[in-house]
């Protein structure tokens, strides 16, 4: 139980840095390498970056499930 903790809080830990720096800030981001600064100039958020928001809370919620998981684990061991 506690080595699939850990596994999936470090799959999760990644994914979620790569998930935030994928997100479109003012400076452009990491997206803009992947063709994200071209869509800069039209207003409102598009069906991609709704979805990458949606991606990244779940992805979030998974993580804090994770830690507190890890912190049962930890207690009761």
Avoid: C, P
């Amino acid at each position: 139980m506690t080595i699939a903790l850990n596994v999936g809080l470090i799959i999760t830990s990644v994914m979620l840095i790569v998930l935030v720096l994928l997100h479109r800030a003012k400076g452009g981001g990491l997206s803009s390498l992947f063709g994200g600064g071209v869509q800069s100039s039209l207003s409102g958020s598009s069906v991609v970056e709704k979805n990458l928001d949606r991606l990244t809370v779940f992805v979030g919620i998974i993580w804090v499930i994770l830690i507190f998981g890890v912190g049962l684990d930890i207690k009761y061991a």
